[in-house]
């Protein structure tokens, strides 16, 4: 086994074994709603932001581009208003897809 792979492995076991301990003891622990309230929260706001750097900052100058030629903010866009339109996750991702597309190929 390589140095690389015992890494991998020492890794997984120490996550496994962080979790494991964590859900052993989740049904004893009780937040406060607040607290219950932020962490159910996290996750949807980190990949928002994920998702904000991709769609406004310029992949190579790293400067904000909020103008209609930023192709991926117009796809993003429209990809949010076909989501609130037909309310279906996957027929606006598929759309949303082809919408990006269509934008990358008149440019």
Not at 13 to 28: E, M, N, T
Not at 44 to 63: C, H, N, Q, R, Y
């Amino acid at each position: 086994m390589t140095g690389a792979m015992v890494g991998i492995v020492v890794m997984a076991a120490s996550i496994l074994v962080v979790r494991s301990i964590a859900f052993a003891f989740a049904r004893r622990i009780v937040l406060p709603p607040l607290a219950r309230e932020a962490l159910e929260l996290a996750a949807p706001a980190i990949i928002a932001s994920l998702l904000a750097m991709g769609l406004v900052f310029d992949k190579e100058t790293g400067a904000p581009d909020l103008s209609f030629g930023n192709d991926y903010l117009v796809g993003g866009l429209l990809t949010v208003a076909l989501a609130i339109w037909i309310k279906n996750f996957t027929l606006a991702t598929m759309l949303g897809f082809a919408a990006f597309t269509a934008i990358r190929m008149l440019h």
